[in-house]
């Protein structure tokens, strides 16, 4: 069994900050890519960051200096801190993680609950 558990979602001003954690626990062998998704109300689930295990990342071109995605490998965690938050950064962000769960096994995405993000005044 595999966990991701996400926090760190809350309300806040227009101009604020964030920072979500989202740590994965359970039969992990080995972790390939973590990152994060976002959906907002009435549209499709989008890419905002994720972070592979060489510590290369890749971003939304629309969020690029103002979100950052970090890893913590050590405590199977990702992080994603949001700066200068807009309103239409409001979503709920998904956190997932591309991984193994045997040596020899396949790898599968696991997916967290969700974390509700709204910027507002």
């Keep these: 069994q595999v966990q991701l558990v996400e926090s760190g979602g809350g309300l806040v001003q227009p101009g604020g900050s964030l ?22 109300p009435g549209k499709q689930r989008e890419l905002v960051a994720t972070a592979s295990s060489d510590d290369s990342s890749i971003y939304a071109d629309s969020l690029k ?12 965690t990702v992080y994603l801190q949001m700066n200068s938050l807009k309103p239409e950064d409001t979503a709920v962000y998904y956190c ?10 396949p790898k599968y995405n ?11 005044s």
């Design 19 to 40: 920072r979500l954690s989202c740590a994965a626990s359970g039969s992990i062998f080995s972790i390939n890519d973590m990152g994060w998704y976002r959906q907002a």
């Design 96 to 105: 997932y993680a591309n991984l193994r769960t045997a040596i020899a096994g």
């Design 65 to 76: 200096g103002r979100f950052t995605i970090s890893r913590d490998n050590a405590k199977n």
């Design 110 to 120: 696991y997916w967290g609950q969700g974390t509700q993000v709204t910027v507002s």
